[in-house]
């Protein structure tokens, strides 16, 4: 099992940047795909990145591709989502989480608390 948190939320005008972490307990961290999604108010949660266990692969929403970096050092067991060229519609509650080997689909198996990101226009 592992346990994430997430941290680097906050106020930013639009045009701005933002690095978002999260931080994995345990020692197994290398061996999980993980990813970022994100949820506005009133709308469902949604996809905005992905990278493989060895951090090799990258996935990317549309409305994120070109401006949102996913990384991940499994050294420090973290993850990151590096985001630039922010924008008002960008504002949601980000989580990260974590997807077991075994795990098939899109489905993953743990989730962090979440980290607010507020883009003011």
């Known amino acids: 099992q592992v346990q994430l948190v997430e941290s680097g939320g906050g106020l930013v005008q639009a045009g701005g940047s933002l690095r978002l972490s999260c931080a994995a307990s345990g020692r197994t961290f290398g061996n999980y795909n993980m990813g970022w999604f994100r949820q506005a108010p009133g709308k469902e949660r949604e996809f905005v990145a992905s990278?493989?266990?060895?951090?090799?692969?990258?996935y990317y929403a549309d409305s994120v591709k070109g401006r949102f970096t996913i990384s991940r050092d499994n050294a420090k067991n973290t993850l990151y989502l590096q985001m630039n060229s922010l924008k008002p519609e960008d504002t949601a509650v980000y989580y990260c989480?974590?997807?077991?080997?075994?795990?098939?689909?899109?489905?993953?198996?743990?989730w962090g608390q979440g980290t607010q990101v507020t883009v003011s226009s």
């Open positions: 990278i493989s266990r060895t951090g090799i692969s990258t």
């Open positions: 989480a974590a997807r077991r080997p075994a795990t098939t689909g899109n489905a993953y198996d743990y």
